[in-house]
DNA sequence: TCCAAAAGCTTGACACTTCAAGTAACCATC
DNA sequence: GATGGTTACTTGAAGTGTCAAGCTTTTGGA
């Protein structure tokens, strides 16, 4: 680490700020347009959404809560709250693990696949529209790694690196 | 989940599909990041401290309800809330608009102003660690490039190209 | 075998956001 | 000098997120 925190920080440069202000408008901005966009079309929230994105993707269209929860980047406590939820609206169910008597599948319902396959064009142009056609391939290609870097940085520790039940 | 659907949507190609991600990761991680550190360090979220910082740098250290709503990229109504919330704290204070009686100013006070002397260089320090000490600086240029696009192409239309009481 | 510690998940209370609806003041026009 | 439309902001309720505390089951030794 560098000087001290408390001491004398390193204010950003002009540059930076500028880069920092951009980040957080476009950031904000564009959550709040998926956040809209699919509580319209599909009454729900973008995180929501991603969640029967990653149910659908994983073999048996189910997952364990806590790997859920890792991949979606949410805490356990928020995905109890979020499942609870879909399934109320029927998208999702849970179903015991047999070979751990703590844990719990969540599972993707054939009525939440339908809402995903009817939903999943218009939240891919929207994120067409607001991102990839505004951008270069060069700037595409860098603004993936810049995220990966970042995202590498924040990642806990060895996060996910043994979860017991998928060894 | 491929062919269906009225149109036809292009999909995401596999490059695209890891640029999303990334982005999604990025951005949620590095939030959830900033929440933590100054709900923590300040004992209010993020966008709470940015509202303290736009007002911090307007002159007389205030600025109209509709003006700070848009500088923070953020509704009304939501601004309502957490300035109500801030004055509560008594980091912020309203006043009335002498020149139109609808309007308000929300006013940084001088216990605001220390929260924020004593939580800035924590706050920065935080943010040069989660981004701009991971990227180089070509990477941050194409980065504040790519964010000035996406926020460009979502900013509503001729968002506050006229509030009557900046003419 | 037994038990303390940890893992997996849930719960409830409180904080924050959203949405729709509301109030009050301004303004242009007749 | 009314009046219809717009602007500025607030409110309340319902939805969502966070945090700390809780329960049950599993694990790793003693």
Redesign the interface.
């Known amino acids: 680490m560098n000087t001290a ?2 001491d004398e ?4 440069s002009d ?2 700020q ?3 202000r ?12 998926l956040d809209r966009q699919l509580q319209r079309d599909a009454g729900m929230p973008h995180i929501y959404y ?1 969640l029967l994105v990653q149910l ?1 993707e994983a073999p048996g269209r189910r997952l364990r809560m806590t790997e859920l929860a890792m991949k979606a ?2 805490t356990r406590s928020r995905l109890s709250h979020a499942i609870a939820r879909l399934e109320k609206n029927g998208w999702v169910r849970r179903e015991d693990c047999p070979s751990d008597k703590r844990g719990q599948f969540a599972v993707l319902t054939d009525e939440g696949y339908e809402v ?3 939903v ?3 939240h ?2 929207a ?6 056609d ?2 270069t391939a ?14 590498a ?3 806990p520790e060895g996060a996910g690196a043994d979860l017991p039940w998928l060894r």
Chains 1, 2 share one sequence.
């Open positions: 925190s408390a920080p390193r204010w950003l540059e930076e500028r880069t920092w951009a980040f957080m408008h476009a950031t904000t901005l564009l959550e709040d347009h991603g659908v980047k949410i995903l396959e009817r999943a064009p218009g891919v142009t994120v067409r529209q607001a991102l990839f505004r951008l060069e700037q595409q290609e860098t603004l993936g790694e810049a995220m990966r870097l970042i995202a940085g924040l990642q």
